[in-house]
């Protein structure tokens, strides 16, 4: 039966170096478009629809 490897990850320094992944810059320009257009849409559809459903339902 082979014997399995005891030593810690600190004591063996390598292959223990996690780096996460970075979001390229067009994502983000995606996400702020999308949120630019969330607040807009809202502003412009959704509060004025509210408050005429709240003033006079159907």
């Avoid at 810690?8 to 996690?18: D, L, M, R, V």
């Avoid at 979001?23 to 004025?48: C, E, G, K, Q, S």
């Amino acid at each position: 039966m082979p014997e399995t490897d005891q030593s810690s990850a600190k004591a063996e320094q390598k292959f223990h170096n996690y780096t996460s992944n970075a979001i390229p810059w067009y994502v983000r320009v995606l996400w702020l478009l999308f949120w630019a257009f969330v607040i807009y849409y809202t502003v412009t559809y959704l509060l004025p629809a509210i408050q005429t459903e709240m003033v006079s339902p159907p």
